[in-house]
């Protein structure tokens, strides 16, 4: 149990004393994170206020305690909408928290990585100097990619004050979908024709029969595919004509009762089991040999598991039913049959889970790390699930 005191924070001004007088002590200061010790956990829960909405620009500039869900209802009302925010996939995350995580977008396989929709905004360093990134408008954001940079995954470099974030309109209509297919061969065809069309889904989200199972609360049989349809209505209606024709001749069952995607912000402790998400990235023609990787390794451990995620666009996510001494083993090999297939792994089990690692990347930011943090006294401790 730790006994870190919380410590709410509503102003760049407070974290940066802050900062500088835990450097003088060396106390340990976390931030979305488990405090591992006797220190300071901040709280920005109470820094949420919108400091600047301009919609004749598409930008809104906001703290890191603003809940995306409460940033997208405040941007829906002027028929706007902040993309990432746009499912209800993390909509309990607050700005900060899903810059922190790398910033996921359930929609990118049609609208493009969440780091496009931020432009910037300000860093406090561990040091408790503050640096302005980015800029208001694309123009500013050419040479080094530094808003990136900080915003790394659970790169613990920075802690973002003031975020620029770029907004686009509302949809004039929209159409849901929730099928099941007998396959993971049927779900990638599936995905085949979607990729097929002019255009694509807003957002895609699949999982297999036990991760879904779980996510949705209800037994699942065969693969579960939810994905959206978004533009105008006669481009939307034309879509759908065709996908109905598709469905009725591929045999995808509609959903009796249509769900969407799942709320995933806080899965790892709301949920039982191991849940590993925006580790491993497999293009989708490969993801059933993936999914065979896993089911062998699952029965020579005895552990139980499945997949789900953005098959679209390769991001898959894994559930173990329990974690065990042999979970780092399974996630080794995944990371290994990632590779083998042509995808990758994002190195966030490393990170969080076995941080010591000899990465180029993981090298640049332990020397970086140094400079700005010389007491080592920023996150510590354990990644608060």
């Given at each position: 149990?730790?006994?870190?005191?919380v410590?709410?924070?509503?102003?760049?001004?407070?974290?940066?004393?802050l900062?500088?007088?835990?450097?003088?002590?060396k106390?340990p200061v976390s931030?979305y994170?488990?405090?591992?010790?006797?220190?300071i956990a901040l709280?920005?829960?109470?820094w949420?206020?919108i400091e600047v909405?301009?919609?004749?620009?598409?930008?809104v500039?906001?703290?890191p305690?603003?809940?995306?869900?409460d940033l997208?209802?405040?941007?829906?009302?002027?028929?706007?909408r902040f993309i990432p925010?746009?499912?209800?996939?993390?909509?309990q995350?607050?700005?900060?928290e899903w810059?922190?995580r790398?910033?996921p977008?359930?929609?990118?396989?049609?609208y493009g990585a969440?780091?496009?929709?931020?432009?910037g905004?300000s860093?406090?360093l561990?040091?408790?100097?503050?640096?302005p990134?980015?800029?208001?408008c694309?123009?500013?954001?050419t040479?080094y990619?530094?808003?990136?940079?900080l915003?790394?995954?659970?790169a613990?470099?920075a802690?973002?004050v003031?975020?620029?974030?770029?907004?686009?309109?509302?949809?004039a209509?929209?159409?849901?979908?929730?099928v099941t297919?007998?396959s993971?061969?049927?779900?990638i065809?599936?995905?085949?024709y979607?990729?097929s069309?002019p255009?694509p889904?807003?957002?895609?989200?699949w999982?297999d029969e036990?991760?879904?199972?779980?996510?949705?609360?209800?037994?699942q049989?065969?693969q579960?595919?939810?994905?959206?349809?978004?533009?105008?209505?006669?481009e939307?209606q034309?879509?759908a004509?065709?996908?109905?024709a598709?469905?009725a001749?591929s045999?995808?069952?509609?959903?009796?009762?249509?769900?969407?995607i799942?709320e995933?912000s806080?899965?790892?402790?709301?949920?039982?089991g191991?849940?590993l998400?925006?580790?491993?990235?497999?293009?989708?023609?490969?993801?059933a040999t993936?999914?065979?990787k896993?089911?062998?390794?699952?029965?020579?451990?005895?552990v139980?598991g499945g997949?789900f995620?953005?098959?679209a666009?390769?991001?898959?996510?894994?559930?173990?039913?329990?974690?065990?001494?042999?979970?780092?083993?399974?996630?080794?090999?995944?990371?290994?049959?990632?590779?083998?297939l042509?995808?990758?792994?994002?190195?966030k089990?490393d990170?969080?889970?076995a941080p010591?690692?000899n990465?180029?990347l993981?090298?640049?930011?332990?020397a970086?790390?140094q400079?700005?943090?010389?007491q080592?006294?920023f996150?510590?401790?354990e990644v608060?699930q």
């Amino acid at each position: 149990m730790s006994d870190a005191a919380v410590k709410k924070v509503s102003s760049s001004e407070q974290l940066q004393e802050l900062f500088r007088q835990a450097q003088e002590q060396k106390i340990p200061v976390s931030l979305y994170r488990k405090p591992k010790s006797e220190g300071i956990a901040l709280d920005f829960s109470e820094w949420k206020d919108i400091e600047v909405f301009d919609i004749d620009n598409l930008m809104v500039i906001v703290p890191p305690g603003t809940v995306l869900k409460d940033l997208n209802a405040i941007v829906s009302e002027k028929g706007l909408r902040f993309i990432p925010a746009d499912t209800p996939a993390f909509e309990q995350l607050s700005v900060g928290e899903w810059a922190y995580r790398g910033c996921p977008n359930p929609s990118v396989w049609k609208y493009g990585a969440g780091k496009h929709f931020l432009l910037g905004g300000s860093y406090v360093l561990p040091n408790g100097d503050v640096t302005p990134v980015g800029g208001k408008c694309i123009k500013n954001v050419t040479g080094y990619d530094f808003t990136r940079f900080l915003t790394g995954a659970y790169a613990d470099l920075a802690v973002g004050v003031r975020y620029i974030i770029k907004l686009m309109p509302q949809p004039a209509f929209r159409k849901r979908y929730d099928v099941t297919v007998n396959s993971i061969k049927s779900a990638i065809e599936l995905v085949h024709y979607l990729q097929s069309r002019p255009v694509p889904p807003a957002w895609l989200f699949w999982a297999d029969e036990t991760a879904g199972s779980k996510l949705f609360g209800q037994p699942q049989k065969g693969q579960r595919i939810l994905f959206e349809l978004d533009g105008n209505e006669a481009e939307v209606q034309d879509y759908a004509k065709e996908m109905d024709a598709y469905l009725a001749s591929s045999q995808g069952q509609i959903a009796a009762v249509p769900a969407t995607i799942p709320e995933l912000s806080r899965v790892e402790e709301t949920m039982d089991g191991f849940w590993l998400l925006d580790e491993f990235k497999v293009s989708y023609t490969a993801v059933a040999t993936f999914a065979e990787k896993l089911a062998k390794l699952m029965a020579e451990k005895g552990v139980q598991g499945g997949l789900f995620g953005q098959l679209a666009d390769g991001k898959i996510h894994l559930y173990l039913s329990q974690e065990t001494a042999n979970s780092k083993d399974i996630i080794t090999a995944l990371q290994a049959e990632a590779y083998a297939l042509g995808g990758a792994a994002s190195g966030k089990y490393d990170r969080l889970y076995a941080p010591k690692t000899n990465s180029p990347l993981a090298m640049l930011e332990t020397a970086f790390k140094q400079r700005i943090d010389p007491q080592q006294i920023f996150n510590q401790g354990e990644v608060a699930q």
